[in-house]
Structures are given as structure tokens and as C-alpha cells.
């Protein structure tokens, strides 16, 4: 069955300290990647996006994700936290392309992030 | 200048009532969508209109009936509200059917 992992359901760093956040899918081919944040009482803001291409997506807020084919993987990173980007974190595909593939986004479970001044 | 609106942002009803949510977008999209988070934060689609025709019909209770009037347009109708509907309702668009989705702020809906 297609699948979205987010590994680390909590994650605390301090102010100024890097940040990695996973994300593993399941699918037969490479679908579209997606992260998406939800702060507090917010809505969902997307950050970056993968389709094809580069595999370092630059996105907002100092965010950019690698997509790794061989690990399944399109993990979040950011150099240095603010304390403002403690908030909920979504890994999100879309099989575009594939067979039946459609528009619906699949979540992970999301990833909450903590930050520590 | 909002680009996917909800209406209201939070309701609060009894079991048994019937409710309606509102979305609209200003961003010429020809596609939009109904999510349900939970209390654990999870995420799922429920229905998907591209053009004022439905093309995504999760499983989902027939409660819950949505309805296009327009492209811009996507409201969710909620039949005899149980507890377990109680979530936040995100409505989001896309330009087409296979583009990126941009997501509204969310209902929340409490139903005691």
C-alpha cells in the first residue's frame, strides 16, 4: 500500500541549531513531494515541492529538502531554527503520473517541532 | 487579498444538528478539495471537484455531502453532526487536477 513515514513524531532543538526532519514514502515509482506547516491554530502553508529535476528544492523560510531515490526519502533541513518556525511539520505525495494516480496528497503523520530559546 | 477563505472558523453545534461550511477561491483554480485533520493531527482527503464535477469520493459517511455551485465555490454539508465529526475541515485548490494545493485556514468543528 502507498505510504507516507514521518519517523519522529517530536523534535526539540535550540535556537540557531540545525534542523532535519525525515520523511520515507512507499509507492511503486517516484511520485510528486510536497512539505507542507501548519503553525499553531493555522492553516497548512507549503514550503517546497519536488517534481522532477534537481533533487535540492529550495523553499521558503530557509527550508530546502533533498530527495533521495535510493532511500526513499525527501527530508526537510534548515541551518539555523528561528524560534518562529516551532510548529507542525507534513511530508505530502502525489502520484501524478502513475498509474490511477489522481490528486489526492497523502500525509505522513507529521512531525511537531519544538523550539528552544 | 485571501486566496482560499472558510467560513466560519469555528462552529460549535450539538449531535444531531446540520451544518455547512464554506469555501471559496479567489485564485481562478478549476480544482478544489475537502480534508479532515483529526485530534491526532492526521490528515485525510474526503472529496475533490475539478470544474464543478466530483472526482474524489472518499469513503466517507453520507452525512457529509459537498456541494460546487461554482468553480470558485466548494461548501461541505454536514447530516446529523456526531461526535466523532468533531475536526478540523482544511478546504484546498489547485489550478488543475495534477498541480500543487494551496490550502485555506481551516474550520474547526466541535460537536458536543
Known amino acids: 500500500a502507498q505510504s507516507v513515514t514521518q519517523p519522529d513524531i517530536h523534535i526539540t532543538v535550540s535556537e540557531g541549531a540545525s534542523l532535519e526532519l525525515r520523511c520515507n514514502y512507499s509507492?511503486?515509482?517516484?511520485?510528486?513531494l510536497f512539505w507542507y506547516v501548519q503553525s499553531p491554530g493555522q492553516g497548512l502553508q507549503l514550503l517546497l515541492k519536488y517534481f522532477s529535476g534537481d533533487t535540492l528544492v529550495q523553499g521558503i523560510k530557509g527550508f530546502e529538502a533533498e530527495f533521495k531515490r535510493s532511500q526513499s526519502s525527501f527530508n526537510l533541513r534548515k541551518p539555523s531554527v528561528h524560534w518562529s518556525d516551532a510548529a507542525e511539520y507534513f511530508c505530502?505525495?502525489?502520484?501524478?503520473?502513475?498509474?490511477?494516480?489522481?490528486?489526492?496528497?497523502?500525509f505522513g503523520t507529521g512531525t511537531q517541532l519544538k523550539v528552544e530559546l | 487579498d485571501t486566496a482560499v477563505s472558510q467560513t466560519p472558523k469555528y462552529l460549535v453545534t450539538q449531535m444531531g444538528n446540520d451544518k455547512s461550511i464554506k469555501c471559496e477561491q479567489n485564485?481562478?483554480?478549476?480544482?478544489m478539495y475537502w480534508y479532515k485533520q483529526d485530534s491526532k493531527k492526521f490528515l485525510k482527503i474526503m472529496f475533490s471537484?475539478?470544474?464543478?464535477?466530483?472526482?474524489i469520493n472518499e469513503t466517507v459517511p453520507n452525512r457529509f455531502s459537498p456541494k460546487s455551485p461554482d468553480k470558485a465555490h466548494l461548501n461541505l454539508h454536514i447530516n446529523s453532526l456526531e461526535l466523532g465529526d468533531s475536526a478540523v475541515y482544511f478546504c484546498?485548490?489547485?489550478?488543475?487536477?495534477?498541480?500543487?494545493?494551496?490550502f485555506g485556514p481551516g474550520t474547526r468543528l466541535l460537536v458536543l
Open positions: 471537484y475539478n470544474n464543478k464535477e466530483l472526482i
Open positions: 485564485l481562478g483554480h478549476d480544482t
Open positions: 509507492y511503486g515509482a517516484t511520485p510528486y
Open positions: 505530502a505525495v502525489v502520484p501524478w503520473g502513475l498509474t490511477g494516480g489522481g490528486n489526492k496528497l497523502t
Open positions: 484546498a485548490s489547485s489550478p488543475t487536477s495534477q498541480e500543487t494545493q494551496y
